[in-house]
Each structure stands twice: as C-alpha cells, then as structure tokens.
C-alpha cells in the first residue's frame, strides 16, 4: 500500500492509547461478564475474516469486525473505541498487510489469541498480470505471533514487494485458510470443539464445490483474458488457467501510465477482450474510460472486501457465485 494511506504514527499511538484508557475504564465486572459470558468475543478486521469468524464459530461467537460494510479496508483508519474492542477481543482475527492501521493496533493491543491468515497458506506475488514466475519460492513471511512486533513494517514491505494479499478470492487458498481459523477457534474455546470443527468440514465443503465450479465453468472459454480495476485477481487467475490484466496494480488507487493504458487496448484487442471489469468499493472512473475508448463492455467483478447493498450476493459464496458468473460471460463460455 502507498504511503498515503497510512495513519501517520503520531495520530495512531495517540489512538492506541486512548483505547487503551478506554478499555481501562471497563469495570471489573465488565470483564468478568466478558469471560463468563457464552460465547467466544471475536474480532475481524474485515470482511473474508468475519465470513470466516462467523461461519466456523456459529452460535458460540459473538463477531466484531472493524471494517464497516462500504468502506474500502485499504483506507481504515480505527477510532479510539476500535482500538478498545481490540484489546476486549478473545481472539483477533487478521490478514497483515492488507490494514496497516490494524496491524500496528494489534501489536499494542496485547491480546494473546491473534490469527494472522497470511500465516496459513502461502502468499505468492502478482503485479499487473499473473504472468510472473513464482519459483522465488518464499516462506509466508508471517511467523504467526513471532512477527507481531515488525507488524506495521512487515506489512508495507510485503506491499511493496508485490506480495500479493488477495488469498480469499481462491477458494483452494480460502480453505486453506479456514482450516487454521478452525484450528484456532478450537484452542481458544475447546469447550466447543467439536461444533468448531463440524461447521469448519461443512464450509470447506461449500469451498471445495465453488473450487469444481470454477473449474468446470471456465473451461472451454472463448478467450483466458479479462481486465479489471486493480490486481486483486491474481490467485483466482492462477488457479483457473486465466490471464489478469490489471489497469493499476495491487494498490486500487494507483494511476495507470498512458503506456500502461496503450498496453491493455493492444492487448484487448489481440486476446478478444469484451469487458473492463471495476468493483463495488473503489473508483470505476479509470475503468469506464478505457472502455469507452476501446470500445469494450464494463462489468462488476468483486473482490469482497465488503458486502454492502450493491453486492451481487449476501455473502461470500453467492458474490463469487457472481463473479464466476460475470467471468463466464465477459470469457465467452460456451
């Protein structure tokens, strides 16, 4: 992520410290209530975390997430009171890199049970197209809670090393994921084991039929090539045999060159390109106008950083039931 979207660290440790007075001022028996309470006090940074807090832990968790629906997550910056709810948090649930204002809040937030999920799969890196060779063969980088204290840092370099964070939107990653999550619940609240490990079979189930249903659906296509807003495609190209040609690259808000935008009409042109994806969240200008010039259809393809009334689905797998969808027709398969 650029610099630009970084809470200055002054104004960020003032926020740490007045939610750390905050959470001071909970009573004892505000706590007590907390600890005794029925279900587990889980906190999301956003979206694909909540999804997965809310799947696996069912009835037994009560799930924050610190990301508003519509607000795009790159951009969070977290109030006093948010700050607050982290260090209430029993288990915290994140993906560093993504949020840098999270992650440097969950360093000071001391609480014990924190789940990095670039931890649990292996991060790989993309740019503007999926085209890139992976053989650099680096770890995740993420050590679980070892690399809490390099959190803030570690997330820019991984940024701007062109790590890329998008694992959610690979179903095979995603479960990947969920399984720790799972294991995680399980550790945290082992009182209630084994609904965490039957809700976790039951969404790997549901993970495992959208992976054969990207399989199936994208195959036989009359073209592997779309474009879109940014380059948060790059597992879900992978994993399907695709191309992602990314207007910006992993940062949504970073300005393509003319070169860059000459580069997509050839490409366009030469791969039968139909549509210039844009999503939900961040600006559609840029993708609109190379359209427009190049002739082209535009569609919504979402990264599910949020679910708000504009998505095409109430959850994770009816939006990437979606996406598969728009995929389907902007590649022309039969």
């Given at each position: 992520m650029n610099a630009r979207r970084l809470i200055p660290t002054a104004t960020l440790a003032g926020a740490v410290t007045l939610g750390l007075v905050a959470l001071s001022a909970c009573s004892p028996s505000d706590a007590a209530d907390k600890k005794s309470g029925d279900r587990l006090a889980v906190t999301a940074s956003f979206y694909p975390m909540q999804f997965l807090a809310e799947r696996i832990g069912g009835d037994h968790v009560s799930v924050t997430t610190l990301t508003k629906p519509g607000v795009e997550p790159h951009d969070l910056e977290l109030?006093?009171?948010?700050?607050?709810?982290?260090?209430?948090?029993?288990?915290?649930?994140?993906?560093?890199?993504?949020?840098?204002?999270?992650?440097?809040?969950?360093?000071?937030?001391?609480?014990?049970?924190?789940?990095d999920a670039t931890s649990l799969t292996t991060l790989e890196k993309h740019g503007t197209e999926v085209g890139h060779s992976h053989d650099d063969g680096h770890e995740d980088g993420?050590?679980?809670?070892?690399?809490?204290?390099?959190?803030?840092?570690?997330?820019?370099?991984?940024?701007?090393?062109?790590?890329?964070?998008h694992i959610w939107l690979d179903p095979v990653k995603y479960a990947e994921v969920a399984k720790g999550v799972g294991a995680s619940l399980e550790k945290a609240d082992p009182d209630n084991s084994a609904a965490y490990r039957k809700n976790t079979d039951a969404l790997l189930k549901e993970l495992g039929g959208l992976d054969t249903a990207f399989k199936q659906g994208l195959t036989g296509t009359a073209t592997k090539?779309?474009?879109?807003?940014?380059?948060?495609?790059?597992?879900?190209?992978?994993?399907?045999?695709?191309?992602?040609?990314?207007?910006?690259g992993i940062d949504p808000e970073s300005e393509p060159s003319p070169a860059r935008v000459k580069e997509l009409r050839t490409i366009a042109e030469h791969d039968k390109v139909s549509t210039v994806f844009f999503?939900?969240?961040?600006?559609?200008?840029?993708?609109?106008?190379?359209?427009?010039?190049?002739?082209?259809?535009?569609?919504?393809?979402?990264p599910l950083e949020g679910i708000t009334d504009k998505s095409k689905g109430d959850d994770y797998i009816e939006v990437m039931q979606s996406n598969l969808a728009a995929l389907r027709t902007a590649l022309g398969a039969k």
């Open positions: 109030a006093p009171r948010q700050v607050a709810q982290l260090g209430e948090a029993d288990v915290i649930l994140y993906l560093k890199g993504v949020q840098p204002a999270v992650d440097e809040a969950i360093t000071q937030s001391g609480v014990k049970n924190t789940v993420h050590a679980g809670e070892e690399g809490h204290e390099e959190g803030h840092s570690a997330g820019e370099e991984d940024a701007l090393a062109g790590k890329d964070p090539t779309f474009i879109t807003t940014h380059a948060a495609f790059g597992y879900l190209a992978e994993r399907y045999g695709l191309t992602q040609e990314a207007i910006a999503e939900t969240l961040a600006s559609d200008k840029t993708a609109k106008t190379l359209a427009a010039d190049s002739g082209l259809k535009t569609g919504v393809l979402d």
